[in-house]
């Protein structure tokens, strides 16, 4: 049997620290954004961005998951700090070479309403104010996604991309994370149930009646 292995395309505040903890919860050994010490024995690793190791293996060894061996999940492969702007979750050269190497892979995408992700990338530190306007993102050059109608046609735009992409395709799932049936179908696809699923990493409520969110 292959080794099971989950590669989440979703973009960040779209429930990706959720998902992260239910594939632990699940038995598997996931890596989310940026590599922590007690992620990994080896020191090497700590303190890297997933993305930025992804890039390495594809464009130094052909393979975006050598160096990466250690985890069976990405919950969150983006990485957005300083002058660092890396989506390979835009990239379908990467994520053909991915397939490539290891035909086994899952891909899912969690998904939140566009409206709902822009507005909570908006309310989360300075990601949607300052970060995302300021890098060059695939598919929001910098300058761009300062309105609301920026960031969600740009949201949808991802999301759209990647059903065209993987149409028709059974190694891939995009789910809502707010939907009561996810929890089974995402245990379904990946022939592994899950369980816990629920809310993590929730946005502060920055005024009354506002509804917190989770990544």
């Known amino acids: 049997m292959s080794r099971l292995r989950v ?23 996931v890596a989310d954004h940026r590599i922590k010490p007690m992620q990994a024995d080896n020191a090497a690793l700590h303190g890297r961005f997933v ?13 975006p998951l050598e160096g990466l061996d250690d985890f069976d999940g990405f919950a969150e ?21 991915i397939r ?9 995408a969690s998904w939140r309403d566009p409206a709902a992700i822009s507005d909570s990338m908006l309310r989360w530190t300075n990601l949607g104010t300052e970060r995302i306007p300021a890098a060059d993102i695939p598919g929001l050059p ?19 991309a990647l059903g065209r992409f993987f149409d ?29 699923w629920g809310k993590t990493n929730v946005n502060p409520v920055k005024e009354p009646g506002t509804e917190s969110v989770s990544s």
């Open 7 to 29: 590669i989440n395309l979703g973009l960040p505040k779209s429930g990706t620290t959720t998902l992260a903890r239910a594939l632990r919860k699940a038995g598997l050994h």
């Open 51 to 63: 993305g930025e190791m992804m890039y390495d293996g594809y464009f130094l060894r052909g393979d």
């Open 77 to 97: 492969i983006n990485a957005l700090r300083g002058e660092r702007s890396i989506w390979p979750q835009f990239d379908f050269g990467l994520i053909e070479a």
């Open 100 to 108: 490539a190497h290891h035909p086994g892979v899952r891909f899912l």
């Open 142 to 160: 910098a300058g761009y996604g300062v309105t609301t109608r920026e960031r969600v046609t740009w949201i949808a735009g991802h999301y759209a």
């Open 168 to 196: 028709g395709a059974c190694d891939f799932l995009q789910y809502d994370v707010a939907a009561p049936q996810t929890p089974e179908r995402i245990g379904a696809f990946l022939g592994r149930p899950l369980p816990w």
